[in-house]
Every structure is written in structure tokens, then in C-alpha cells.
């Protein structure tokens, strides 16, 4: 797969890779990778999911076209599972305003760059969809009564039924078919972002940028709006969104007629149908997909779910979903009623060959063992025999080397599918454990990139790293 990436961006670039750095996976299979030669650094992308990589590569060019901010598509392969597209950086909106939303205050600079985002959403909206073929949209070219009746059962199935026993389906499933008939009779269309939250908005060069919109079609306007402003962990105070929902009527009028006082009755539907599809993720991620990190954003989707039951319009007539979800409402976490697995503890160890393998603590016998003497070794060079692979110089050095790019991805994605069976299965150990001749440069820097790497992308794990013969260690907590 990797080496897939790199034939594309060699051909592209026409220049050999130097390095390659996998980038955190969110909700999605997509995998992503920065990609850098001499002059050029650009982000690959991996999917198995061919039709859905069609669908953001011809709605990333239909809106490039426009000149609209999003990342330009640079080379496709001929498999239709990767391609590469600009690098819009490393800061997302969600990271920008960090600190407002964990005090629930933000600062003036931190709402004028929510203000920027939303402002630029009805661009996206409606000079993206003028000319667009929405054939090229998957899974559906509309979002319409089909796939709100997909988003309510995605609820049900994996949300809802995992934490509740005691309902009535039939009341709830004719409450379901209101709700779709309440959506379905909007006539408001545009193109729907689909998953417009601010995750997926990039800061780059200081303004925003648009990402994973490969879920967008035909819809109306309020769910985008709806899904920016009650996403579960942007912890947005009223008088906040009611600010970012005036920057967007007022950018929004100059495109088509709009009603302040329709659109505002009406969000709060959209929103509690946005927040209902959104617990649907979090219970298969979390529940089915046993990645539990997904669950620690129920409590704020709850939160959201309490003041909307409270706003909704007189149009919406779903009397027992909304008793359903009052009680749901109560749960500040509800409990999975299928038995979790315990805490999964990785221990990785840097050692030297000469001193012999680690023993496994655990008394599981041990684990994964990788033998780092066949990659260059830096302590050869007068300017690093002094130091070790946590030392910035080496750690760079290495960065550089393809040779250790390589082997480290390849012992990474061997590593994380274990800790993936790990967690499903409820096992509680796994030992780790990287080699090299006197366990000072380049051991200590696989087992260090490993372990931030995984206490990154499975923060419900506890991750340890030894280096053995440096006589350190770091214990990375559960998140």
C-alpha cells in the first residue's frame, strides 16, 4: 500500500521520496501519509473504498475548478485506491480553537476563525454546486427520505439498542417515518457537505481550507450549519451559535432568498437528526469496532441532545422517539450492555543484541521482536556517537533515512493489527521490542516513534516504552 504511494508520488514528483510519516487516522479506513523529496512534500491517501475515492477526487476538481478552498488533487493511480493531493498542514479548525473549547470561552480570535469557516460554507453550498453532476456523488446523489431512514436505523442498530432494552420498535419506527417525512418535504437544495464539522476544515496560510467532503450530495442547507454548530465536541455556548448562524445567513443571501426566522425554526430538527446519526458512529466505532475513544464524545452528543429535545419545531411530530431519547437524555454515559474487554497494556522495549532479548514481564512469553541492525547505523558518524535516537540530530537523521521509514511502517501496521484483535478479544498485554547492536540509535528511535504513534491512534491504551540499556522509560497514560 505504502509502496503504491510512493510509485505515484516518485512519478509525480520526478524526484526520489525521502521520507514518508503516516498522519492519525480519525473515523474513517482512509489512511494518510505526508510524502517528502527534495523540493516537493505533498499527502497520500489510501483507500480500499474505490468508488467513494471517485467521489472526492471529481468533487475535489469540480471545486478546484471554482476556486474554492480545498486540497487540489495532484495524481491518481490506476487501481483507484490512491492518490495524492495538496498538504494543507497540520492544524485543523478543531485544534485552532483548542483552548475555547475546553474552557467553553473563546477568544476573539477563536470565533473570528469559526465566523471565517462558516461564512466560506455556503460557497461550498452554492457556487459548488453550480455545474456539478451529482451522479458522481456515492453513496447517494441526494440526501432524501432513503437516507435519513439509513441515518435513523444506523442510530437504532448501533446506539441505541447496544444501551437501551427497553423499547418499543414499532412506536419507534413510526416516529422514524415522520421524521423522514419531515425532511423529505424540504425543498431547500444544495450541495450538503454532509459532515461539515471542524475536524475537517484545515487552517492553512490563515484562512480555511475543506476536507472529507466525499460524503456530500444533493441536500438541504440546514444539516451542514446543524453539523458545525452542535458537533459534540466543539462545546459551543447559545449566544455563540447564534453569532456563527448570523455569519452564515449573511453570506448565505447572496445566493438564494432566505428566511433568518424559517432557517433558525427549523435547525434544531436537523440538528437532533445530525446528532442521532452522529451516536450511531460513536456506538459502531466504540461498541462494534472496539476502538472505545469513540465514546468519549458521547457525553457531549447527549448534552447537545438535551437542549435540542427542548427547541424542536411544531412540524416534527415524533412524540415516543422523543420520549426515548429524554430517557437516553439522563445517561451521562450510557452503559454497553455487552461485556468490555480490560485495559490493553503495550510494553516496547529499545535493547542491545549483546546484552540478550528482553524478558516479557507480563508472563505472556513475549511478543513482536524487530531487528533494527540491517538500517544504516548513525552511531558510525563521529557527530552522533554521543548521542541516542531521542536526541533531535539522530532522530532527524533518521526521519531522513528511507531504509527506516520502510521498516518502521511495515513493523507499525504489523503491531497495530495486533493491538486491534487485542482489544477485541479483551486481551490485556502485548510486548513489543526493537533491536540493535548497542541499543542507543536506531532501537531507541523505533521503539519511541512506535510508542507515540500508538498512544496517538489507540488513546484507550496504555503504552510503555524501556529503553533498556539508556536506563529510561516513559509510561504514555490512557487518555
Known sequence: MLQKLVDIFELWSGEQLLSSQELTQAGSHRRYFRLASATKVVVGCYGRNVQENKAFISLAQHFAAGQLPVPHVLATSECGECYLQQDLGDVSLFQLIAKGREAGRFSPDEKAALSAA???????QYEGAQGLDYAICYPQAEFGRNAVAWDLSYFKYCF????????????????????????????????????????????????????????GRKGAPHYDVASFLYQAKANFPDNLRKELLHSYLQVATRYVEVSAADFEQKLPAYALLRTLQVLGAYGFRGYFERKLHFLQSVPFALENLRGLLKQLPDGLKIPYLKSVLLRLAEQKQPAERRQQSGVLRVQIFSFSYRCGIPDDNSGNGGGFIFDCRSISNPGRQEEF???????????????????????LQHACSMVEAAVERYLERGFENLMVAFGCTGGQHRSVYSAQRMAERLHQKYPQVEVAVKHREQNMSTVFEIA
Open 160 to 215: 441505541l439498542k447496544p444501551c437501551m432494552e427497553d423499547f418499543d420498535e414499532a412506536k419507534l419506527e413510526a416516529d422514524f417515518e415522520r421524521m423522514a417525512e419531515y425532511f423529505a418535504a424540504e425543498k431547500s437544495r444544495c450541495f450538503m457537505y454532509r459532515d461539515f464539522q471542524s475536524r475537517n476544515v484545515m487552517w492553512h496560510e490563515g484562512k480555511p481550507y475543506f476536507i472529507d467532503f466525499q460524503g
Open 385 to 407: 556517537r554521543m548521542l541516542t535516537g531521542l536526541d533531535t540530530p539522530v532522530a532527524q537523521f533518521l526521519d531522513a533515512n528511507r531504509e527506516m521509514s520502510q521498516f
Open 118 to 124: 462558516i461564512a466560506a460554507l455556503p460557497r461550498i
